[in-house]
T-cell receptor
Framework: EPEVTQTPSHQVTQMGQEVILRCVPI?????FYWYRQILGQKVEFLVSFYNNEISEKSEIFDDQFSVERPDGSNFTLKIRSTKLEDSAMYFC????????????FGPGTRLTVT | SQKIEQNSEALNIQEGKTATLTCNYT??????LQWYRQDPGRGPVFLLL?????KEKRKERLKVTFDTTLKQSLFHITASQPADSATYLC??????????FGKGTSLLVTP
């Protein structure tokens, strides 16, 4: 069964450094998302991406964040200058199209900023 | 502002019983509502979607109801098993087809 994959599973970085989190969505899906979950808190929406552009973003997704679909399979989230409060699980998700609204999540990348 | 509330306290039930989890929302008129399962350290896994014009949806041992007047959804697991122990998340549609999640309810099924 097709699944969303994410790499790395765990990333440790120093405050101020740039990180890139990578995702490979399900191949015939057209909508892509990033969410984050701070330990003990709820899953929060960051950004949605469709037709090679951002379709929606939350207040969390400020100028420090960017997304890219560099080729036909990868979908990346870049944090330019990490802060301690960026430490969280980051989940990539994808959705097919039309009225199939369910989303399929990857296993997540645990980002630890020290 | 839009709010989604799920029972914050963990639900402990005995194997074989029916688990019922509640999701209430305010300041929302969702077109659909979804339920996901999340195990510790893992991503959410889609379980069921129910649309605003549907009262009830079933899938194997799972049943979801959706009352748009009460602004509430109930999620039932019948004949619960220890393997059903997890956190269950309610999610409503936000703009751009993003999902707005509740905090989730932790379910523990004991033998």
């Amino acid at each position: 069964e097709p699944e969303v994959t994410q790499t790395p599973s765990h990333q440790v970085t120093q405050m101020g450094q740039e990180v890139i989190l990578r995702c490979v969505p399900i191949s015939n899906h057209l909508y892509f998302y990033w969410y984050r979950q701070i330990l003990g808190q709820k899953v929060e929406f960051l950004v949605s991406f469709y037709n090679n552009e951002i379709s929606e973003k939350s207040e969390i997704f400020d100028d420090q964040f960017s997304v890219e679909r560099p080729d036909g399979s990868n979908f990346t989230l870049k944090i330019r200058s990490t802060k301690l409060e960026d430490s969280a699980m980051y989940f990539c998700a994808s959705r097919h199209q039309g009225q199939n609204y369910e989303q399929y999540f990857g296993p997540g990348t645990r980002l630890t900023v020290t | 502002s839009q709010k989604i509330e799920q029972n914050s306290e963990a639900l402990n039930i005995q194997e074989g019983k029916t688990a019922t989890l509640t999701c209430n929302y305010t300041n929302y008129s969702p077109a659909y509502l979804q339920w996901y399962r999340q195990d510790p350290g893992r991503g959410p896994v889609f379980l069921l979607l129910i649309r605003e014009n549907e009262k009830e949806k079933r899938k194997e041992r799972l049943k979801v109801t959706f009352d748009t007047t009460l602004k509430q959804s109930l999620f039932h697991i019948t004949a619960s098993q220890p393997a059903d122990s997890a956190t269950y998340l309610c999610a409503l549609d936000a703009s751009g087809y993003a999902l707005n999640f509740g905090k989730g309810t932790s379910l523990l099924v004991t033998p």
